[in-house]
Nanobody, 123 residues
Framework: QVQLVESGGGSVQAGGSLRLSCAAS????????MGWFRQAPGKEREEVAT???????SYADSVQGRFTISKDNAKNTLYLQMNSLKPEDTAMYYC?????????????????WGQGTQVTVSS
């Protein structure tokens, strides 16, 4: 049974940093595409960053240069380092795992989702 457990969310002031973690069990993070998504109240869930089985990363324009996605294969954990946070980054952040090494655009192809961790950025 695959489980994804996120942690690391919290409340910070604008300009601050947070690191989200997604610990996987029953799933090998090194092999497959994984991603971070977020959903703000009243808005659709959106892709934030992805990393495929070849460790190639992709970022939404809104976070490019501020966020970094990475995998620790030894710990079987996915991370999202978030720097220079802005109030518009406030959302529930979800970790997701695909069934393929390549990442499809948007929410497609992700078979497993974590429960989410809240990030709140105040101005």
């Amino acid at each position: 049974q695959v489980q994804l457990v996120e942690s690391g969310g919290g409340s910070v002031q604008a300009g601050g940093s947070l690191r989200l973690s997604c610990a996987a069990s029953g799933y090998t993070v090194s092999t497959y595409c994984m991603g971070w998504f977020r959903q703000a109240p009243g808005k659709e869930r959106e892709e934030v960053a992805t990393v495929n089985g070849a460790a190639i990363t992709s970022y939404a324009d809104s976070v490019q240069g501020r966020f970094t996605i990475s995998k620790d294969n030894a710990k079987n954990t996915l991370y999202l380092q978030m720097n220079s946070l802005k109030p518009e980054d406030t959302a529930m952040y979800y970790c997701a795992a695909a069934g393929s090494w390549y990442c499809q655009p948007g929410l497609y192809g992700y078979n497993y989702w974590g429960q989410g961790t809240q990030v709140t950025v105040s101005s």
